[in-house]
């Protein structure tokens, strides 16, 4: 079992950044997929960025160069840093971790104003 735990949302202008956390209830370390997804409203969750154990990254088209994921298992926490924010990055963001099963924390909101 894990629990995921989200912070860092929040209302920012176009051109801001946000740093997204995700700490886990327990170690990390042998965790090899990590994730972001987002949701708008009407919209199916996407994938944002994911990252493995060996620190190999993985981004949506729409996001990559602005946004970076990393993660520190001594804090068992995955980071997303946000850079150069557009409104259309305006969603629920959820952490993923997948062991035998999958498991999503709660949602962070991202609202990015023009």
């Known amino acids: 079992q894990v629990q995921l735990v989200e912070s860092g949302g929040g209302l920012v202008q176009a051109g801001g950044s946000l740093r997204l956390s995700c700490t886990a209830s327990?170690?990390?370390?042998?965790?090899?997929?990590m994730g972001w997804y987002r949701q708008s409203p009407g919209k199916q969750r996407e994938l944002v960025a994911t990252?493995?154990?060996?620190?190999?990254?993985n981004y949506a088209g729409s996001v990559k160069d602005r946004f970076s994921i990393s993660r520190d298992n001594a804090q068992n926490t995955v980071y997303l840093q946000m850079n150069g924010l557009k409104p259309e990055d305006t969603a629920v963001y959820y952490c993923?971790?997948?062991?035998?099963?999958?498991?999503w924390g709660q949602g962070t909101q991202v609202t990015v104003s023009s």
């Open positions: 993923r971790v997948v062991t035998i099963r999958i498991y």
């Open positions: 327990r170690s990390i370390f042998s965790i090899n997929d």
């Open positions: 990252i493995t154990r060996g620190g190999d990254t």
